[in-house]
């Protein structure tokens, strides 16, 4: 069945808390970015995942050479179950996280997952990333990543990238708020695939209510 990673991009402790308590249930995953982190700090990371239990995920789309990599690697692979990094900045700045992954692997026997982003969901992706997404989901298959990020918005690129890297799972935002039809995205993607989704959860009316629809949805689509 295809799972559902909520997009916790709220600004404010206390309500992410109070968010993740109502409709931890209804989902599989939980992403947090940098709006949560710069306004919460770091700790909300093992704070949510104590609370939880579900997968965490960083999304920090770490982008800078090898040695800093590692250090925020380090610093976020503490707690949490996987980070996602930008593979644009070449193959030597992705195995230096995958590094970092491998020893909290022995040191925790927690598997830790690095994501990498091909395309992004944006409408300014196709400016400069597109051009090189196949390139980059082929780098992503060579290395052997623990999933890539590929668009919810644009159905034939999600096909096509999915094409290129084969069993790598893909986790793909674009659903609800972007405009991306949960409908034709749910005809591509498998059972290890993931949809993203934000602001259609935890901007709704009653964020649980939509969680919990997002849920029935996936599992009615997988019989
Ligand atoms: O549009 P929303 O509110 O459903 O949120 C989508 C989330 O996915 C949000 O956190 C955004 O930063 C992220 N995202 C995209 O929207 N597009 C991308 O191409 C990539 C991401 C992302 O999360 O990258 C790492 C998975």
Excluded at 48 to 66: M, R, S
Excluded at 83 to 97: K, N, P, W
């Amino acid at each position: 069945m295809v799972k559902l990673m909520l997009a916790l991009d709220v600004m404010d402790k206390n309500k992410a808390l109070t968010m993740v308590d109502e409709i931890s249930k209804y989902i599989d995953a939980i992403k947090i970015g940098y709006p949560l982190v710069l306004s919460s700090g770091l700790d909300i990371v093992k704070e949510i995942k104590d609370k939880t239990n579900k997968e965490v995920i960083c999304d920090f789309k770490v982008a800078d050479i090898p040695s800093t990599n590692e250090k925020i690697a380090k610093l976020t692979l503490n707690y949490a179950d996987g980070i996602i990094c930008h593979g644009f900045v070449g193959r030597d700045s992705v195995e230096a996280i995958q590094k970092i992954a491998k020893q909290y692997e022995i040191k925790t026997h927690h598997k830790k997952k690095v994501i990498m982003v091909t395309e992004m969901s944006h409408p300014g992706a196709v400016e400069f990333m597109q051009p090189i997404a196949d390139k980059l989901a082929e780098v992503a298959k060579i290395l052997n990543v623990d999933g890539i990020v590929a668009p919810s918005t644009r159905p034939e690129r999600l096909t096509k990238i999915k094409k290129i890297v084969g069993n790598i799972p893909i986790i793909s935002p674009g659903i609800g708020a972007q405009g991306g039809e949960l409908n034709a995205v749910l005809d591509i993607l498998g059972e290890d695939d993931y949809i993203i989704v934000g602001r259609a959860i935890y901007k709704s009316e009653n964020p649980k209510e939509s969680a919990y629809k997002y849920s029935m949805l996936l599992k009615g689509h997988n019989g």
